[in-house]
């Protein structure tokens, strides 16, 4: 990973906390971070191994506020600082016609896109604020500011997480943190590459590509970078 000026320490090892770091996604993210010096704590609500020394596997439930700031206190004391948060807790649901709607669906999303979003920003907030290179980053979709009949619920979610992420990026206005939101069409593995070798996916971000996104977030200056809208497509 490229110095800047950014960085925490002049150069002292990043501690980066990747949520939803069992997915496609952020397995991804979470290697790229560790090949470029990190040390990446994968958090998910399910044990997951990981063979390298610069990851630490955490299990924590992001839907229980109070276990998710306990947590991200025992992060911090134990590394000492918290320089990054990225976070991958993904769902999707919808489908149907406008007029068909399931609001079911809505709290499913509800609690997987927002809420998650919520206890995490909340809980390492004062982590990231007091690092030199604080940085938290979601991954959101075009449906957000373009939202289609058969994924109100989705668009809604999104949406709502992006306006949370802005919020916070507002609290970071004068400090060495910043928060963005990198937006995809949706994103693209090797294993969907293989099962559909016909499709135009041309549009679609590949989970390299994201991680590779992610890992640039310390090379520039968090004022050119906080509150801002990536488009990864």
Partial sequence: MTKSADDP?????????????????????????????AHVVAAARHPFTWDDERVTPSVVDLADEA???AWANDVA??????????????????????????????AFLHDQLVR??????LAFHPHLSASPAGR?????QHAARQPRENAAAYATAKAAAEAWTLAMADSFTGTGAAAVILVVEALLTDAMREQ??????????????LAAAVAALWDEPAADLNGTRRDLS
């Avoid at 069992?22 to 290697?31: C, E, F, H, L």
């Avoid at 999707?92 to 609001?103: A, E, I, K, S």
């Avoid at 998650?116 to 920003?121: F, I, L, P, W």
């Avoid at 559909?196 to 590509?209: C, E, F, K, M, Q």
């Fill in 9 to 37: 320490a002049g150069g002292t090892e990043k501690i980066v906390v990747v949520t939803g770091a069992n997915g496609a996604a952020g397995q991804a993210v979470t290697r790229r971070l560790a090949a470029g010096g």
């Fill in 67 to 69: 276990a998710t700031r």
């Fill in 77 to 106: 004391a134990r590394f000492g600082r918290v320089d990054g948060l990225v976070h991958l807790v993904g769902g999707w649901r919808g489908g149907t016609p406008f007029p068909d709607t399931d609001l079911g669906d809505w």
């Fill in 116 to 121: 998650t979003v919520q206890h995490a920003t």
């Fill in 136 to 140: 938290f980053a979601i991954v959101s």
């Fill in 196 to 209: 559909r070798p016909d499709a135009d996916l041309s549009r679609l971000t590949h989970v390299d590509d």
